[in-house]
Every structure is written in structure tokens, then in C-alpha cells.
């Protein structure tokens, strides 16, 4: 199955949903301000937030005002085009100059074990030479797991006992992934909520422990957001940014009842590029985020 497909089928719910609740418009007709106040409100009852449907719909306004459209179909194309406007290019994730230090945060049960996993199999079939750190030392079992990934993306992993101080394992990875000459380390942190400020400070401390070898330690911080969390996603990037500047987001469970809406206001509300997408449990269900494909996948029904 190709990439679009695959979006297409993970967003299933929700384009339906969205397309369904366009496609209700008046077959055909013109851009003029009846037409687009209609759009916000359908877009908004389709769980795109308010902000982001605006924003979509003044594109339009600017690119197709006074212009008839044939079908609804045609309306659509305009909006997804829209939509790729407002999602901006895509970004390069990871330069290939010297180590790149990831730290990899979110809420508890985003997917940031897993994400890990799929990533480091990925870099790893890139011929990236990666490792991975075990800052998540709240529970046995979150080590166990992430070894696990480790050994079917078969790369090596820096733990310590359960209990130890996530940011004293974030060090040892560093200087392990330094030592080895690695591209890339990659560090799974515990999940936490962003508003505990106590868990909040214990993240800043494992950034701030980091970047002793290196000021410019760790380069990237990428929030994993559950894709079915919705409008809350917004507010889950907005305070992580506060405590540790966020530089991509992964946006997982895609395959599921997805709130696809969400990517574009994470986009629209969070600045931060979404790089990854997520799209099953298994170790090749990451794909790099593609504007277009989204884009397409949520507001078209079939591939032209
Ligand atoms: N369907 C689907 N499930 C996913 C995806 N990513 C992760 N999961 C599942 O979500 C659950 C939580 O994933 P983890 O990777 O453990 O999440 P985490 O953020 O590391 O969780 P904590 O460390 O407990 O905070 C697991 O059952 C994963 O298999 C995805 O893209 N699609
Ligand atoms: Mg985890």
C-alpha cells in the first residue's frame, strides 16, 4: 500500500467526516462570504479548531474569490491546496553533521517507546549509526520494552537500574554515543503531563545535564502527540515548549480513529514542523510527514 493510501485509510474517520460535511454544500456555486462562513462552521463541527478553519478559509478567500466552482469536488481540491499552504514544505529532520542529540517527550501512553523503535530501525536501514538512551526509569518495565525495540531495530541501548536518575542516563548515552562515533542518540524520557511542574523540571534538568558535553546538546526535542487527542494536542505542545523548546512533533495512532484535523492545527497554533507520522505498532509504521499526501488524504476521497 503507498503512502497516500495508507494516510487515507488512518484518516478514514475523519475526512469522511469532514468530506462528507462539504460535500452537504450547495453543488455548485461562488466564493462570496456566504459560501465561506458556511465552510468555517462545517470545518469546526469537523474538529478543524476555529483558528486553523479560519486561516483555511482566508487562503481561499485570497486565492478563489468571486471564482464559481462546478462541484463540491473542485471545492475540495481548493481546500486541500489551501491546507498545503497552510502545512508549509516539509521539513529535513536530521542533519547528518556530527552527533545528533533527540530527546524524545510527551504525555504518558503518546507513543514515545514505540516512536523510538520505529525510528532507530529507520535511521539504522539509512545507514545512520544510532543508540539509544533509557531515561524513562520510573518503571522496569518502560526499559524492558524500549530494549526490546532496540533489538529489533538492532541497535544499542545505555540503561541503568530502574530508580536511577534519567538525566545521570541521558549523560552516559550521550558520552556512549560520543565515544562510538554515532549519528544520531536517541533519548526516550518517561511520559509525563504538562502541566505537573515537578515532572516539567525533572525534563528541564535531563536537557540541561545534556547539553554539559555540548552546548548545542540535544539539537532536537520532538513531542509525540496521540493523533486521536484532538484539540488537546495544542495545548500539550504549548506548555512542553515553555520547559523544553519543542523542534518537531510525531503525531502517532493515525491509523486509528484519528482526529486528522488536529495535524493542521498543530501546525497553524504550534509552529513546530510535524515531521513523522505514526501509523500502526509495527517497526515500519513511521512515515516522514508529507504536506501534500496529507493534505490530499484528508480532504480528497480517492487518488485522482
Ligand atoms: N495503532 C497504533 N498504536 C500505537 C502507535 N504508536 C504507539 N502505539 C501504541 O500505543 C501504546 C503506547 O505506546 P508507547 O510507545 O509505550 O507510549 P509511550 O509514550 O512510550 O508511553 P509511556 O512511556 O508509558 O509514557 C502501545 O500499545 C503502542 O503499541 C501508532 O502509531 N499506532
Ligand atoms: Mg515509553
Redesign the pocket.
Known amino acids: 500500500m503507498n503512502l497516500f493510501s495508507r494516510i487515507r485509510e488512518g484518516l478514514g474517520r475523519t475526512s469522511d467526516a469532514l468530506v462528507r460535511s462539504l460535500k452537504g454544500m450547495v453543488g455548485t456555486g461562488r466564493i462570496d462570504e456566504a459560501t465561506l462562513e458556511d465552510l468555517v462552521e462545517r470545518l469546526v463541527r469537523a474538529d478543524v479548531g476555529i483558528e486553523t478553519a479560519e486561516d483555511l478559509v482566508e487562503r481561499l478567500r485570497k486565492r478563489a474569490w468571486g471564482r464559481a466552482y462546478r462541484d463540491s469536488d473542485e471545492l475540495l481540491d481548493w481546500l486541500a491546496d489551501c491546507a498545503v499552504d497552510l502545512l508549509g514544505p516539509s521539513e529535513p529532520f536530521l542533519p547528518s553533521s556530527g552527533l545528533q542529540v533527540v530527546a524524545i517527550v ?1 504525555v ?8 523510538i523503535g520505529k525510528l532507530a530501525h529507520r535511521l539504522r536501514s539509512q545507514g545512520r549509526k544510532v543508540l539509544v538512551g533509557a531515561c ?1 526509569t520510573f518503571r522496569a518495565a ?1 526499559v524492558d ?1 524500549l530494549e526490546e525495540w532496540c533489538r529489533r531495530a538492532d541497535v544499542p541501548c545505555v540503561r541503568q537500574k530502574p530508580g536511577a536518575d534519567p538525566a545521570a542516563v541521558a549523560y552516559d548515552a550521550v558520552a556512549a554515543a560520543m565515544v562510538r562515533g554515532c549519528d544520531v542518540v536517541l533519548l526516550d524520557t ?2 509525563r503531563l504538562q502541566n505537573r511542574a515537578d515532572l516539567m523540571a525533572e525534563l528541564a534538568k535531563i536537557l540541561k545535564v545534556v547539553a554539559k558535553h555540548d552546548a548545542s546538546y540535544p539539537q532536537h526535542v520532538w513531542l ?1 502527540l496521540d493523533g486521536n487527542t484532538g484539540q488537546n494536542a495544542v495545548s500539550q505542545a504549548k506548555l512542553f515548549h515553555e520547559t523544553a523548546p519543542l523542534t518537531g512533533l510525531v503525531v ?2 493515525l ?2 480513529t484519528a482526529k486528522g484535523g488536529a495535524v493542521l492545527s498543530l501546525r497553524k497554533v504550534v509552529q513546530t514542523p510535524v515531521l513523522f507520522l ?4 509495527k517497526i515500519d ?1 513511521l512515515v516522514p510527514f508529507q504536506p501534500r499526501e496529507y493534505a490530499r488524504a484528508l480532504f480528497e476521497r480517492s487518488e485522482p
Open positions: 510527551g504518558n501512553g503518546a507513543g514515545k517507546t514505540t516512536t524513562d518502560a520494552q518517561a511520559g509525540v502517532t495512532k491509523d486509528g505514526g501509523l500502526g505498532e509504521d
